[in-house]
């Protein structure tokens, strides 16, 4: 096995990677994270999450009819209900999340043209070698997707130990149906969300973008 962190490094260590070399992870390797993370917890060990990773031809193909989706002008149409519309102090979080991205790309928030480029790349997955779906039964809604999020970031941490960078991304269950076909879904599983990944281009842009945390004292109070 590669080198390993320990799980506090591994934490500090994760961010959301938007910019990969087109080196492929040893099928191994793969096979050795995933397995892993099955040890992730879940609500009554219903363990309701099945993945489909696409790569190489399967991954461009996709890529290509995501795009075509996305670019489309027609609706998202989400398997599930994620269209929310943050408020508040949600919504300027937001906000520091797309400046600490666009800052780091260069981009000003008036260069929609620009900012409309950056957001599809979402669908040509970063241009990572994989890109992981994660589908769930649609009847097991909150359950299934609290589980499906502790497997996603017990893979994400287990990827990081072993230099594998990441990206969750939501946007990957918006256009469902190019992925829904590929995998041969019935229509009482759907997509949740997915994950790029493969290892990190250091030198782009993207990747210099880094988001802040809100203080612990704002979201945490103990009671005794
Ligand atoms: C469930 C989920 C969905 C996400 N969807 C997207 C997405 O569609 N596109 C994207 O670029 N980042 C996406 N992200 C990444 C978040 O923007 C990122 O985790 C957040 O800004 C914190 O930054 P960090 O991951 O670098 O620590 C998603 C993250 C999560 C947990």
Redesign the pocket.
Known sequence: MSSVLCISNAVKKR??V?AYTNTPVPQALLEEVFSAALQAPSNCNVQPCQIYVVSGASKNLLREELVKAAGSGKPANPDFEWNVRFQGEHRERQFG?ANALYGAMNIVRTDRELRQRAMLR?WQFFDAPHAAFFTMARYLTMTGAVDL?IYAQTLALLMAERGIAS??????GMFPDPARTMFSLPDDVGIL?GMSFGYADDDAPANRA??DRVTLGSMLRFLS
């Open positions: 961010c959301s938007r999340a979402n999020g990206c969750m991304q939501g946007a990957l969300f880094r988001t």
